[in-house]
């Protein structure tokens, strides 16, 4: 489990993160929304130790992450970035392999190639794995570096913004992913994202952040309403039902 415990992160005189206490849900596909600047990045950054914290403590598994050897921390949580560049020509099999550095280092076992396969396979991108990156298109790019994140088989995998620069296919193509990551390999998976009508679609679980507190936190039909919604993004919004599914318009 990963708990948060008055966490609270300043940069200059301006408060991001401000005393924020919360249990993650397990086996949650879990979504963070907010407005611009809520601190919904920060607060990816702070759970997966990459960033230090003012106050306050992380826990997994009741210990905190800055205890935890960075290793088997690895094989613990995942994250995959908002932006992902690389200066270096790689194919997409390459890059998934780094996924294996905690449990391998440099030398892949026949167990890593297997688990490499299976990642490329889950999301059905095997037929591009000798493909560099710079020849891909935006989402399948962002597909390899799922994969890879699949591929370092962790309990806890976060993403910041995966959606981002997507067209509508391929962001939904992503979202069936994480919704059977979660589904069918017990996964925990927190995203930031911003498309309020995927989130309804997909998620379990939402955390929104306002003003760099949680504002709301609960299963996603205790925050999908219509004066919550408006709250959280300081405009009119309006939640119907369609075809069983809760959509929401804003204008």
Request: charged fraction near 25%; aromatic fraction near 8%.
């Amino acid at each position: 489990m990963i708990e948060l415990k008055n966490i609270s992160k300043k940069y200059a005189n301006n408060s991001i993160l401000d005393d924020i206490s919360i249990k993650l849900p397990q086996n949650k596909l879990i979504s963070i929304i907010g407005s611009n600047g809520a601190g919904k990045s920060t607060l990816l950054s702070a759970i997966t130790r990459t960033l230090l914290l003012d106050e306050g403590e992380v826990l997994l598994d009741g210990k905190s992450i800055y205890k935890w050897d960075k290793n088997e921390l690895a094989k613990q949580i995942s994250i995959q970035k908002q932006t992902n560049t690389l200066n270096v020509k790689l194919t997409v099999r390459e890059l998934v392999s780094f996924a294996r550095y905690p449990y391998s280092k440099s030398k892949l076992t026949e167990f890593d190639n297997k688990i490499i396969d299976e990642a490329l396979e889950y999301i059905d991108i095997k037929h591009l794995e000798n493909r560099f990156l710079d020849e891909l298109s935006g989402g399948q790019r962002q597909m390899a570096y799922i994969a890879m994140v699949i591929a370092q088989d962790t309990k806890y995998i976060f993403l910041d913004e995966p959606l981002n620069n997507l067209d509508m296919k391929h962001s939904t193509m992503v979202m069936k992913i994480l919704k059977r990551l979660v589904q069918e390999k017990n996964k925990t998976i927190m995203v930031v994202i911003h498309d309020i009508n995927y989130v309804t679609s997909y998620s379990d679980y939402i955390i929104s952040l306002k003003n760099g507190k949680v504002a709301y936190a609960g299963d996603v039909y205790e925050i999908l309403k219509d004066e919550i919604l408006s709250d959280i993004f300081d405009m009119k919004m309006s939640v119907v039902d369609i075809k069983d599914k809760k959509i929401c318009f804003y204008y």
